[in-house]
């Protein structure tokens, strides 16, 4: 793991010069969405249990009920990937639950970015006291070195990606004053 790099899929169009592309990174789950997860599931398991042994009656079997739906909803926040796609001059970005849905999240123009560069670069030392709305699209992971990127949209946000070199490239193909890599 010498870049922090190999757990991404990446895939690219190089005969457009990198006109499209994407990348997908695994976001590591907050901890108490796991222990909220198992907590459903005993709890599921044990109103089904006071329904069938001690037959609890109607209330019961909506707490199982209960508990199973929070369960299914919890587990689906537990497996959660991010994929960033770069097509002509714009930034999507979709969130995968559970390897199974898809969840359009956000678009983000490479013309209104002021500026893309690492999270720990001094060209972000501009916009450290500014209040921006955070958003972390990143897997979450204590790596070293950090493999995240930050960028500044429209003077609003502040977007926290763990894009690909690739995907960095292409950005910077189109907009090399706004993007570093320092």
């Known amino acids: 793991m ?9 895939s690219s169009d190089m005969s457009n010069e990198a006109n499209y592309v994407e990348c997908l990174v695994p976001s590591k789950a907050s901890p108490l969405v796991v222990i909220g997860k198992y907590v459903c599931l005993a709890l599921a398991i044990f109103f089904l249990a006071g329904v069938l042994l001690i037959n609890t009656g109607i209330i019961g079997l909506i707490l199982f009920i209960a508990a199973g739906v929070g369960y299914y909803f919890l587990k689906l926040n537990a497996d959660i990937e991010f994929e960033y796609q770069y ?12 390897k199974a849905s898809r969840k359009h999240i ?3 123009s490479v013309d ?14 501009e916009y450290k006291n500014r209040t921006l709305k955070v ?6 992971s204590k790596a070293q070195p950090d493999p995240t990127y930050t960028f500044i949209y429209d003077g609003k946000e502040k977007i926290v990606i763990e894009p690909s070199p690739e995907f960095v490239q292409a950005i910077r193909n189109v907009a090399p004053r706004k993007v570093f890599t320092d």
């Not at 209104?112 to 030392?125: F, G, N």
């Not at 958003?135 to 979450?140: A, C, E, P, T, V």
């Open 2 to 10: 010498a870049s922090g790099q190999d757990y991404r899929r990446i």
């Open 87 to 98: 097509c002509d001059r714009e930034i999507t970005v979709d969130k995968v639950l559970n």
């Open 106 to 108: 956000c678009n983000y």
């Open 112 to 125: 209104k970015i002021e500026v893309l560069a690492p999270s720990r670069s001094y060209h972000l030392d």
């Open 135 to 140: 958003l972390d699209f990143s897997s979450r």
